[in-house]
């Protein structure tokens, strides 16, 4: 179907990424998508298109600064993504001047804010921990799953499923992930996280996500970590949180679950119609 998918008009977009964690963005406030699951689908090839790890759009709110969606780079919809929510942000911030924005998510409103050093902060709102919520296929002890490892379910806007490890380095995530990602608990699939505790302060993780694969760092995958951290007294709420990518601040506070880090403009740029040809790749 991808290849069926046409743009009729060189469409202006921007690549932005958050320690690895890499995304196509587009203001459809300016642009008309019509099928951006086709879009995702088609674009995120790293040969014969743009290459990301998600699709964001940036569109209009009426009780926010804007409106974002996210898609998958296998086209599936995303409730939350953490570190392209922080990449938007500071590129409204920069573009008005201001300290701080306020995003609308399916998962709800973002407070944003400039915390110098060019990093910005981003209230991810609240984990959610019942099986109905996250969601879970059955009632079972979200703490503890019935699945090898012992691991644990949790919601950031998107569900997790945090594995803690004596070795990092030893998971192959390839390997492992898709059958965790496509488990029978998780209806809607989930993302993977797998965890080496470092200190009471500071955690090592690295993440499967779902519909795009092993990826550098992940915001949500971040916070839903450092919860599942806390939440097995593992460690302090306000952790580091070391990824393939770099480095993010994680501070679960009583209003929510705060991540701050920096973010990368790596360019702007003009989509080609014939891009979207089947006939080119």
Not at 25 to 36: A, L, N, Q, S, Y
Not at 205 to 215: K, L, P, S
Request: net charge negative; with cysteine.
């Amino acid at each position: 179907m991808a290849g069926m998918f046409r743009v009729e008009h060189a469409m202006h977009f921007t690549k932005m990424h958050g320690l690895g964690n890499d995304f196509m963005i587009i203001d459809v406030t300016r642009e008309h998508v019509d099928d951006p699951t086709a879009l995702a689908l088609r674009l995120s090839d790293r040969r014969c298109g743009v290459g990301f790890d998600q699709l964001a759009l940036v569109g209009k709110a009426e009780d926010a600064d804007a409106a974002l969606e996210f898609f998958n780079a296998d086209g599936s919809p995303s409730a939350a993504c953490g570190n392209a929510t922080r990449c938007i942000a500071r590129t409204l911030m920069d573009a008005t001047g201001r300290p701080s924005v306020t995003l609308r998510t399916a998962q709800g409103l973002h407070a944003c804010r400039d915390v110098g050093s060019g990093l910005t902060a981003v209230n991810m709102g609240k984990p959610v921990f019942s099986w109905r919520d996250i969601p879970l296929a059955q009632e079972v002890d979200a703490k503890n799953l019935p699945i090898a490892g012992n691991p644990m379910a949790l919601g950031m806007g998107n569900p997790h499923c945090v594995f803690f490890v004596r070795d990092i380095a030893d998971i192959n995530l390839s390997e492992i992930g898709p059958g965790i990602e496509h488990h029978p608990l998780f209806p809607e699939r989930c993302n993977v996280e797998w965890v080496e505790i470092l200190s009471r302060t500071s955690l090592r993780m690295r993440i499967w996500e779902r519909g795009a694969g092993v990826t550098r760092a992940s915001g949500s995958g971040s916070c839903a970590s450092a919860v599942a951290a806390v939440s097995r007294d593992l460690t302090e709420r306000q952790v580091s949180v070391v990824t393939d990518g770099g480095d993010l601040q994680i501070d679960w506070t009583d209003d929510g679950v705060w991540m701050t880090g920096p973010t990368v403009r790596v360019y702007e740029g003009e989509l080609d119609p014939a891009s979207m040809d089947a006939r080119h790749g």
